[in-house]
């Protein structure tokens, strides 16, 4: 019988953590497109690196709110997020081809993420704006529509924060939010491993390498198979 496959994903490009080091242990980059984080230059680093150990590359869209780190939600028209999200497919996109890789997937970063677990009308436009790219969430609106439209969709867990009774995230304001300890962190995401597609860590956590390899090296000893679910 084949071991059990699953995925390591993180956030990067954000200008917030080592995202060298991080790609040396992750399968799978969520890479911020420059709307809530991130620029040209960053993303170029990213991808070449990413291009370089294998490891798949998303595009992480986002509203457009720098101040913010995209992290407040907004009501933003269907037809305006939809370009949005499209011009952040494309720069990413453009710069992954230049540099010998490919945008595998979409994943809606911070508020713009929980927004579309409940908002059809942003949720059409976070998938009109990013073509027949896998899409990777929680269960919800997005999801649900990127499978009626016959677009393969990825479930992820998240070790390092804290979850609330309707199977969410618990707002970061709320106590138990963030999931702080590196055998926390480890515990929760060996629970997540045999529930999701993909294990997620924040990039932008402290101590998110540490966790990142704690996390790859408990799986593995568990009798996973790290690879990225889009490859």
């Known amino acids: 019988m084949a071991p059990p496959r699953i995925d390591l994903n993180a956030d990067l490009g954000e200008e917030i953590t ?3 080091a991080l790609l040396a242990v992750v399968t799978s980059a969520n890479v911020a497109c420059g709307y809530h984080a991130g620029s040209r230059s960053v ?3 990213v991808c070449a690196e990413a291009a370089r150990r294998g490891v ?6 986002s509203y457009d ?3 913010n780190f995209g992290r407040v939600e907004r009501d933003v028209p269907y037809a305006e997020l939809r370009e949005h999200v499209a011009d952040q497919v494309g720069t990413l996109t453009d710069i992954a081809v230049a540099e010998g890789a490919a ?9 713009l993420y929980h927004r579309v677990l409940d908002d059809e009308e942003q949720a059409r436009a976070v998938l009109d704006g990013s073509g027949a790219l896998p899409v990777l969430g929680m269960p919800g609106e997005l999801l649900r529509l990127a499978a009626d439209a016959g677009r393969a969709v990825f479930h992820e867990g998240f070790p390092d924060r804290g979850y609330g009774e309707d199977g969410r995230l618990l707002p970061r304001s709320e106590p138990g939010a963030l999931v702080a300890t590196a055998e926390a962190v480890v515990d929760q995401a060996l629970a997540l491993a045999r529930r999701v597609d993909s294990i997620c860590l924040h990039g932008d956590s402290p101590g998110a390498v540490d ?6 090296g408990a799986l593995e000893a568990a009798g996973f198979e790290l690879g990225a679910f889009a490859s």
């Open 18 to 20: 080592d995202d060298e």
């Open 43 to 45: 993303m170029q680093l």
């Open 56 to 61: 798949v590359l998303g595009a992480q869209v």
């Open 65 to 67: 709110d720098r101040d």
């Open 103 to 111: 945008v595998r997937y979409v994943k809606p970063h911070g508020a």
């Open 211 to 216: 966790h990142a390899v704690a996390v790859r």
